[in-house]
Nanobody, 121 residues
Framework: QVQLVESGGGLVQAGGSLRLSCAAS????????MGWYRQAPGKQRELVAQ???????RYANSVKGRFTIARDNAKNTVFLQMNSLKPGDTAVYYC???????????????WGQGTQVTVSS
């Protein structure tokens, strides 16, 4: 069974930093497009940062210059380094894989369970 497991969330003061990790586990032969989304209370889920299928990097305008996405393909892991955090960054952060090659074929639009990030003022 393929799983995306996030870690690294928590409570931090404004101006602080956190590093999120998302590791894909299970029998995986490849992953296309991997990234991070977030959902704040009462708001829609939104893209934060991602590696596209073409391996380009996209960031939400609100996090450009503060967040950095990185990837370790050998470990099927994606990271999100978040600096200069603001209370507006408070949300549940979800890891997403666009498509994963498994023993049963390709699975699409795969999500982790989410990790809470809370930024206090």
């Amino acid at each position: 069974q393929v799983q995306l497991v996030e870690s690294g969330g928590g409570l931090v003061q404004a101006g602080g930093s956190l590093r999120l990790s998302c590791a894909a586990s299970g029998k995986i032969f490849g992953i296309n497009g991997m990234g991070w989304y977030r959902q704040a209370p009462g708001k829609q889920r939104e893209l934060v940062a991602q590696f596209t299928r073409g391996n380009e990097i996209r960031y939400a305008n609100s996090v450009k210059g503060r967040f950095t996405i990185a990837r370790d393909n050998a470990k099927n892991t994606v990271f999100l380094q978040m600096n200069s955090l603001k209370p507006g960054d408070t949300a549940v952060y979800y890891c997403n894989a666009d498509s994963i090659a498994t023993m049963d074929g390709w699975v699409h639009d795969y999500w982790g369970q989410g990790t809470q990030v809370t930024v206090s003022s």
